[in-house]
């Protein structure tokens, strides 16, 4: 039944019979997933590392914690998530100054990993952006930062 609707008319009633900001937010993450992964093939990475081999490249030598944080992502998952970049050689982890912390950073290999994937996603993103335009890319952006901070928020008081 649902497979034979057109995409636009499944979509609306996505939206309108499951009004869930939940639901709604990972059926659209899962397909972004699916279409970075897709895109990002050639390079030999998923969107999810490509992700995190772009945060380490911004942040440099960073803990663990921090790289967590910034991804809203607990250690567990954060180090599973790391276990095949480290196995590859692209994302080096350090014990820190306490042994308790576990600094992370790019490798030369992961370095060069990222320079090869950067176009790819590069045509990804521009052509989603350019598909529905920089006006509603910023404004989806703000109103992404917003459920962000709201559900943060929440969490804090509890």
Sequence with gaps: MFKDLPKEKLYEFSRQAVPCVGFNTRRATRLITQYYDKMLAPAGIRSTQYSLLSLLDMMGEAPMQEVAYVLAMDRTTLTRNL???????????????????????????????????????QKAQSHIVDEIGAKQWDLMMRGLHQISMIVEETEEMK
């Design 83 to 121: 276990n095949p970049l480290v196995r590859a050689g692209l994302v080096k982890v350090n014990v820190g100054s306490d042994r308790r912390s576990r600094p992370l950073m790019l490798t030369p290999k992961g370095k060069s990993t990222l320079e090869k994937a950067l176009p790819y996603w």
